[in-house]
């Protein structure tokens, strides 16, 4: 028997789906099989995605390993959350730390990833050709940026940082790059109505948000502002706010969608129990 039979030995779409965790956070059980399905090819059509046994094997397999906590969370389908050794796996353990998000992060996760994975499955080819920058990577550098600490290069065996660098302004919670930074688009995702003036506010700091590019060295602002929420009555009230933009913050850019997704997010996630309880401890390892 060879001396490594029970060891899990990582592949290529390993390394990419634990990657797309780790810079997610926490990601539930309908879109980890999307994941699965869009690796190593790089994206899906036509619906066509992995048996939910071959899923189910993945999971516990990733579970095996080490480099995941799998549980369910308000009797919703379960959650993988990257474990300290799965961060280590894709050189983000000294990046990312290895935690449970809060209980009313939940729905804001599976909503970001949900709007995530219309880019992978969309028709629109220009929109598949970007690249997604999740919001804790762009938050992580800007914090790294501020202590002034410097993170290894990709070629280097190590993190390998995002095309851009937010220099000020929001950050929202995600930013797709075009190939050569030829178009950069913010996507935030809004569940719950907020007041007329933090609506504003949250507009106005994304209009004004400046961005470098690394290769170039070039600061520019967003191509387009891609705002998701779950109703008319939610679209009416950020259309009535950006309406009150000047046109120097050219508020043109801010496209607002009802997504149909977000619409069915309370009835989905509607709370039936209380959450089980994990160990940080385990998390961490």
């Given at each position: 028997?060879?001396?490594?039979?029970?060891?899990?030995?990582a592949?290529?779409?390993?390394?990419?789906?634990?990657?797309?965790?780790?810079?997610?956070e926490?990601?539930?059980?309908?879109?980890?099989r999307?994941?699965?399905?869009?690796?190593?090819?790089?994206?899906?059509?036509?619906?066509?995605?992995?048996?939910?046994?071959?899923?189910?094997?993945?999971?516990?397999r990733?579970?095996?390993?080490?480099?995941?906590?799998?549980?369910?969370?308000?009797?919703?389908?379960?959650?993988?959350?990257?474990?300290?050794?799965?961060?280590?796996?894709?050189?983000?353990?000294?990046?990312?730390?290895?935690?449970?998000?809060?209980?009313?992060?939940?729905?804001?996760?599976?909503?970001?990833?949900?709007?995530?994975?219309?880019?992978?499955?969309?028709?629109?080819?220009?929109?598949?050709?970007?690249?997604?920058?999740?919001?804790?990577?762009?938050?992580?550098?800007?914090?790294?940026?501020?202590?002034?600490?410097?993170?290894?290069?990709?070629?280097?065996?190590?993190?390998?940082?995002?095309?851009?660098?937010?220099?000020?302004?929001?950050?929202?919670?995600?930013?797709?790059?075009?190939?050569?930074?030829?178009?950069?688009?913010?996507?935030?995702?809004?569940?719950?109505?907020?007041?007329?003036?933090e609506?504003?506010?949250?507009?106005?700091?994304?209009?004004?948000?400046?961005?470098?590019?690394?290769?170039?060295?070039?600061?520019?602002?967003?191509?387009?502002?891609?705002?998701?929420?779950?109703?008319?009555?939610?679209?009416?009230?950020?259309?009535?706010?950006?309406?009150?933009?000047?046109?120097?913050?050219?508020?043109?850019?801010?496209?607002?969608?009802?997504?149909?997704?977000?619409?069915?997010?309370?009835?989905?996630?509607?709370?039936?129990?209380?959450k089980?309880?994990?160990?940080?401890?385990?998390?961490?390892?």
């Open positions: 028997m060879r001396r490594d039979t029970d060891q899990i030995q592949t290529p779409r390993d390394f990419r789906v634990m990657g797309y965790m780790a810079h997610m926490a990601v539930r059980r309908d879109h980890l999307m994941v699965f399905s869009a690796f190593p090819g790089g994206k899906f059509k036509d619906g066509k995605f992995i048996a939910d046994s071959t899923l189910k094997d993945q999971i516990e990733y579970r095996k390993a080490g480099w995941i906590m799998y549980q369910r969370f308000l009797n919703e389908p379960g959650w993988a959350i990257p474990t300290r050794r799965g961060l280590r796996l894709v050189g983000l353990d000294g990046f990312y730390p290895a935690h449970i998000p809060a209980e009313s992060r939940y729905h804001h996760l599976w909503a970001v990833n949900e709007i995530r994975m219309f880019w992978y499955s969309s028709d629109d080819e220009e929109q598949l050709a970007g690249t997604w920058i999740s919001e804790r990577q762009l938050k992580a550098e800007v914090a790294d940026a501020a202590k002034k600490k410097k993170r290894l290069v990709e070629e280097d065996g190590g993190y390998s940082p995002a095309p851009i660098q937010i220099l000020r302004g929001a950050i929202p919670d995600g930013v797709v790059v075009g190939e050569g930074c030829a178009w950069v688009d913010a996507v935030e995702v809004e569940l719950t109505n907020k007041g007329p003036e609506t504003k506010d949250k507009l106005a700091r994304l209009c004004l948000a400046v961005f470098r590019e690394r290769l170039t060295g070039n600061e520019s602002i967003y191509s387009q502002i891609h705002f998701y929420v779950p109703s008319e009555e939610a679209k009416q009230l950020v259309e009535k706010e950006r309406a009150k933009l000047g046109e120097d913050l050219r508020p043109d850019r801010i496209d607002i969608v009802v997504d149909e997704a977000l619409k069915r997010l309370r009835s989905d996630f509607e709370p039936k129990g209380q089980e309880q994990w160990s940080s401890e385990t998390v961490a390892q």
